[in-house]
């Protein structure tokens, strides 16, 4: 009897523990589902209840952000049935706060609520980017686009700070309605190309005040290298390395050479009396003296006499001009490039700080 | 003692070269000489001369060359002189090295014999050579002019050596685009020995034909 008894209770332990953990891991989604059907059988407590367990679950199955804005929307339509103006203000201010551009079905809610958003919305100050995930531009001359999303009309103050918050640029200050295009052309207040580093696009509402949200926007950007073209072939003719022809026929070679043939004529004939005063001196050396004597006077004349210089001088010219024609051209265009800075500007997250409650 | 410290000497500048895995030279060429030998003693002259052929081989690595050379011939006596003729043979081994462009030095030992009926002269000695060589501008030549002077001299001969010593130059021939060349040379070389009671010079007109650098 006693076993039966213990039996009994370790299985309805069971039951009951089961059961808690499928109602803890019921799906977010079931959870909107469920809330949208009680607040659709005027059951807005049940309703309220529901949803915001559903919106508040922040680890495994959470809701996405189109069906968190549907949560949201219920939940205040819910609070504002319930005679909870303020919570269901709240509510619609998120949802101002996610996305400007959404607003609740006038066929489901009634004007009752569409009303009540419409001021929530008014009273959320705050903006949106709209900013393509990588840019690549020149600065000064091109630029970087964000266009921004307004929540409601309202002045706004943009800028790019450092990431530790030091003002690189100012790009607006004044009104935005529905929304707006900011550009920067990369340079800072002081009208040079920014470096490369982490920066942050800012959003602030200029009637800073409690509650009020600025945005922000962060910024990889890099230096890209300038785009150069290689040296031309050739160049090194513009630059004064030797000709491929000779130029000239300068007397200074054919005089060397005529001066190393005499002397090593001079060499064979005084040869033996310098190494042994008592050789006879071998008559044959002097056939080979004259034969490098000879050689040293031929070399002399033949470099003297070098034909056409004036057309290998002209040819040389030509192509010297051309090849420095080419350089100035690279160089000009390097030179160009190089001024040109290039900026590629990569976009990270987007946060909200909320403004006039410190630093 | 000399011989041990020039060969480290030789092999110290081959074994870096070898370290620098630089490529390979190898030249070769055949030489023809008219040799005259002028001897001298106690001021009586003789004179000898006749062909001589031989050879020389280098290997080179980066700077550094490494050289064999041999010759060999038949002196015949002149018109006054010996009555007998001798059988001229020569080796040498050296190791040279191009500090410039147009300079080269080297170093190593040579042996020559004169060889007759009765009797052997052998010299050897260790000599240290300087050569200059520079192309002539607009021609496929070159001259050259080469010194050398023995480190120390042995001789198998009852007189003490003094010093030996020579030269050499001539002009190379290297027609464009040809693996070949040619030199005409003259060359002499001079022993004195005993304080001048003997002397003895060799002079050469040769002919050379070689491949690879001259």
Not at chain 1, 219 to 226: M, N
Not at chain 1, 249 to 272: N, T, Y
Not at chain 2, 165 to 194: C, H, I, S, T
Request: proline share 5%; no cysteine.
């Amino acid at each position: 009897m006693t076993r039966r008894l213990v039996q009994l209770l370790l299985a309805s332990l069971l039951v009951l523990t089961v059961r808690g953990k499928v109602a803890a891991q019921q799906a977010a989604t079931d959870l909107l589902a469920q809330g949208m059907r009680a607040y659709q059988s005027l059951d807005y407590d049940q309703a309220a209840a529901i949803l915001r367990r559903g919106l508040t679950r922040t680890v495994g199955d959470t809701l996405s952000t189109a069906e968190r804005l549907q949560a949201l929307t219920y939940l205040g339509a819910s609070e504002l049935f319930r005679d909870r103006r303020d919570a269901a203000l709240a509510a619609f201010r998120q949802i101002a706060a996610t996305d400007p551009r959404y607003r609740p079905s006038e066929i489901i809610f009634p004007p009752q609520v569409t009303g009540v958003f419409g001021e929530a919305r008014q009273q959320t100050k705050t903006v949106f980017f709209q900013v393509q995930q990588e840019t690549e531009f020149r600065a000064k001359t091109e630029h970087f686009t964000a266009r921004l999303v307004a929540s409601s009309p309202h002045d706004v103050a943009v800028t790019i700070t450092t990431g530790d918050g030091k003002l690189v640029r100012r790009l607006y200050d004044g009104p935005i309605a529905d929304s707006l295009a900011v550009t920067w052309d990369g340079l800072t207040e002081e009208r040079n190309p920014v470096q490369s580093g982490r920066y942050t696009l800012r959003v602030a509402p200029r009637a800073a005040g409690a509650g009020q949200l600025a945005r922000q926007l962060s910024l990889e950007i890099l230096r890209a290298k300038p785009d150069t073209q290689p040296w031309p072939a050739g160049a090194g003719l513009a630059e004064g390395t030797p000709l491929p022809l000779p130029s000239s026929s300068s007397s200074g070679p054919a005089v060397r050479s005529l001066a190393e043939g005499l002397a090593a004529a001079v060499a064979v004939v005084v040869l033996p009396s310098i190494v042994s005063h008592d050789a006879a001196g071998f008559k044959g050396r002097f056939a080979i003296a004259a034969a490098i004597g000879g050689a040293g006077i031929v070399s002399f004349f033949a470099q003297r006499s070098a034909p056409a210089v004036d057309a290998i001088a002209g040819a040389n010219a030509a192509a010297r001009a051309a090849a420095r024609r080419r350089l100035e051209q690279v160089q000009q265009q390097n030179a160009q490039s190089a001024a040109e800075v290039r900026l590629i500007v990569r976009a990270g997250p987007a946060t909200s700080v909320e403004l006039g409650g410190g630093p | 003692m000399k011989t041990l410290v020039l060969a480290a000497a030789g092999l110290t500048l081959l074994g870096s070269a070898v370290g620098a895995q630089q490529r390979l030279r190898a030249t070769g060429w055949g030489d023809g000489a008219i040799v005259q030998l002028g001897t001298q003693i106690l001021g009586a002259r003789e004179s000898q001369s006749g062909p001589v052929f031989g050879g020389e081989g280098r290997l080179g690595l980066g700077p550094v060359t490494l050289g064999v050379g041999y010759l060999e011939g038949r002196l015949q006596p002149g018109t006054s002189g010996t009555p007998q003729g001798r059988d001229l043979v020569e080796a040498r081994i050296f190791v040279s090295a191009r500090p410039l462009s147009w300079l080269t030095l080297s170093a190593g030992p040579r042996v020559r014999a004169f060889v007759t009926d009765a009797a052997t002269e052998r010299w050897v000695w260790w000599e240290g050579r300087a050569r200059a060589q520079n192309a002539l501008a607009s021609t496929p030549l070159q001259t050259y002019i080469e010194l050398w002077r023995a480190l120390s001299a042995r001789v198998n001969l009852p007189e003490p050596v003094d010093h030996v010593q020579g030269g050499e130059a001539g002009v190379v021939l290297r027609p464009p685009g040809a693996a070949l060349w040619f030199r005409l040379g003259y060359r002499v070389d001079g022993a004195r020995l005993g304080g001048g009671l003997r002397s003895e010079t060799v002079e050469a007109v040769s002919l050379a034909v070689g491949i690879g650098g001259p």
